[in-house]
């Protein structure tokens, strides 16, 4: 151990250039060498970093072995550098649970939401941005579990946080087609058709303020949300969200 560190803002500024493009392979690459420095030079905290990155690339990337490791690995890492009740705990839990929900395990995902919950509430103000993520990430799980009353009210916390954020229009509008997926879970697609039109066309709504930037993010969510809308019918919808995607993506490639 050498008393070096990683560049982190250095590492976090290469990463959003290649997320930014849709390039998760080259995001890969790049948090791959850079997890070798952390581990090389003795720098838990960067790994910590680097490996709190990993979990949402390879999760983008579907790549549920690496995924799920690098949630592993970061979980175990917390107690080790002394951060056990801070914020950056807290997004840990968040970002393992929503790994592990991802790929079919939504009560061991629920048990790492509970234990971001406890940091979250505690250390946040009820305003912050990262209270919709944990909010939003735990109704899924719930609602995976069919616990649908609690999905429902972790939904509506999640979204009142949302309100509250610049820009908040794009989680709004991912959570109100989880919310529509979740009617038509609890209740069966015929019976929740008014109520999953209703949130369509909140979301619909939300995406297609113009103030929103056209960014890198905007054609993530763009990309996101296309297929629920596919999924339910609303074909011109996706079609445009997904072209709104790849006309941005197109446009970061070229600078």
């Known amino acids: 151990m050498n008393g070096s560190a990683i560049p982190v803002m250095r590492v976090r500024d290469k990463l959003d250039a290649y997320t930014d493009k849709k390039d998760y392979d080259g995001a890969a690459r790049h948090l791959e060498y850079w997890l070798g ?14 490996l709190n990155e990993m979990m949402g690339v390879f999760r983008k990337k579907g790549d549920r072995e690496r995924a799920v490791a690098s949630a592993d690995e970061a979980v175990a ?44 509430e505690k250390v946040l103000d009820a305003g912050d941005a990262r209270l919709d993520g944990l909010y939003n990430n735990m109704a899924l799980a719930l609602a ?4 649908f009353d609690e999905a429902y009210a972790n939904y509506e916390k999640a979204l009142e946080v949302m309100k509250l954020q610049p820009y908040g229009q794009l989680e709004q509008a991912i959570t109100y087609l989880n919310m529509a997926n979740a009617a038509e879970a609890a209740k069966g697609i015929e019976a929740a058709e008014e109520e999953i039109a209703k949130y369509l066309q909140t979301a619909e709504d939300l995406l297609a303020d113009p103030e929103i930037p056209r960014n890198g993010y905007y054609a993530f969510v ?10 339910y019918g609303w074909f011109i919808t996706s079609a445009d969200l997904q072209s709104e995607a790849d006309r941005i993506y197109s446009r970061n490639q070229e600078k």
């Open 222 to 231: 763009c990309e996101k949300c296309a297929p629920t809308f596919k999924y």
């Open 37 to 50: 420095e952390a581990r090389e030079c003795g720098d838990i905290r960067g790994e910590f970093f680097v």
């Open 77 to 120: 890492l917390i107690p080790g550098i002394g951060n056990g009740e801070t914020e950056a705990a807290g997004t840990a839990y968040v970002n393992a649970g929503t790994v592990y929900d991802c790929f079919g395990e939504p009560q061991r995902a629920l048990e790492r939401f509970e234990e971001a919950r406890k940091i979250y």
């Open 144 to 147: 995976d579990l069919k616990r």
